[in-house]
């Protein structure tokens, strides 16, 4: 067992002296799924969030008690139209009536921000849905513009990485052939519109998926040696940048470089099943804390250096009625009851439903060398290095 160095030791006298190290002035996105029978009521969800300085939030619907708690907070909101109801916004009518219904009546004392139509609607097998997809998308576009809100709020949809056929080296990145149809006109709609495309991007399912082979440094963003995109010499020291990069390689492959590329859900599990490899709170304590460490630094990825990386984590809370293996149930930063899953530096100060853990976690170095430091009173101390 290796002995902590001197640095490690100063700090954990100053986390046994109290001292709760936080990262300060994140501009983080948050995924407020409700799949869920325990879950805190939306006022204390906007108490919880403010506390934490979360100023991002990503609904999959439009509910108003939601929107009506966060009223005259200074938090942002995506809210969403499920795939269900993509269909029925084809007529201007109805989306002028779901505009006039579940955004006009928030604005401006809530902040909404974007509308998505539907998630994950291309890599589905409704042939239906995905056709109905961009002219909903347009139809909505419609009905804001006809209401004077197209200039406070926009339009898009949240893709899974499956568009895209291929994602290595990032410089090759290219979308489904048989997507195109469907991908070129709504890129199109993405540059006229300024609206920005989004991107649910998951390493986890790519370590889960080849344990054997897939590094989990790289998946983590620990200290890794990284992988060099042989067309353009860049590095890459972590998996999602490379995922983000090659979906900006497939979009300038379609003939645009315009569009703003978001990573509307990103996670990792703190509990799974057997065969479900590296779902452990740990290893999604060094996910999340090593990710809010590199949006602290406003940094953007080997391809697109000077532009900031805008993620929505997934999720805020664990879920219980979520279908699927155990991991389903365990994306979230919170327990039910507010207090984390684990700590990555959103510590509430003296907020409601916060409460001591009994043991701590302060992760070091690569994730095969951890220690762990047991004190009551202490939260879990993740990814600081």
């Given at each position: ?218 998946c983590l963003f620990q200290p890794n040696p990284g992988v060099t995109d042989p067309a353009t010499n860049l590095n890459y020291d972590n998996m999602l940048y490379a995922q983000l990069d090659s979906v900006y390689s ?67 809370f664990n879920e219980d009625l979520k279908p699927g293996p155990t991991s389903e149930r365990n994306y979230g930063l919170f327990y039910p009851n507010n207090t984390p899953v684990y700590n990555i530096g959103l510590q ?38």
């Open positions: 067992m290796a002995f902590p160095s001197s640095f490690e030791l100063l700090l954990i006298f100053f986390i046994m002296a109290g001292q709760i190290l936080q990262i300060p002035g994140l501009k983080l996105g948050i995924n407020y799924g409700q799949i869920a029978n325990n879950l805190p009521s939306p006022g204390q969800v906007s108490t919880l969030l403010q506390s934490v300085s979360i100023s991002n939030v990503k609904l999959y619907d439009a509910d108003p008690n939601v929107l009506g708690a966060f009223s005259n907070s200074n938090v942002e909101f995506i809210i969403g139209i499920g795939n269900e109801n993509v269909a029925n916004m084809i007529d201007p009518s109805q989306a002028q009536n779901w505009i006039k219904q579940n955004v006009q009546p928030f604005l401006p004392r809530t902040k909404i921000t974007c509308i998505t139509v539907g998630n994950e609607v291309l890599s589905s097998n409704d042939t239906s849905l995905i056709s109905n997809l961009l002219p909903a998308m347009q139809s909505l576009h419609g009905a804001l513009v006809s209401l004077g809100l197209d200039q406070q709020v926009n339009i898009t949809t949240a893709h899974s990485l499956a568009v895209l056929a291929n994602s290595y080296p990032p410089s090759s990145g290219s979308f489904v052939q048989n997507l195109a149809q469907y991908i070129q006109p709504s890129l199109d709609f993405h540059s006229r519109t300024k609206s920005p495309f989004l991107i649910n991007v998951y390493p986890y399912f790519a370590y889960k998926g080849s344990p054997d082979t897939v590094s989990l440094d790289y497939a979009i300038k492959a379609m003939g645009y470089d315009d569009i703003d590329v978001r990573v509307s859900e990103t996670g990792w599990p703190s509990k799974g099943d057997a065969d479900e490899a590296g779902a452990t709170t740990m290893n999604a304590a060094l996910y999340n804390g090593n990710l809010l460490k590199r949006m602290e630094m406003n940094q953007g990825t080997p391809l697109m250096p000077s532009t900031p990386i805008n993620i929505y984590v997934f999720a805020l509430g100060s003296g907020s409601p439903g916060f409460s001591p853990l009994s043991t701590s976690f302060l992760v070091t170095g690569s994730s095969s060398r951890q220690m762990v430091v047991s004190s009551l009173g202490l939260l879990i101390m993740a990814a600081l290095f």
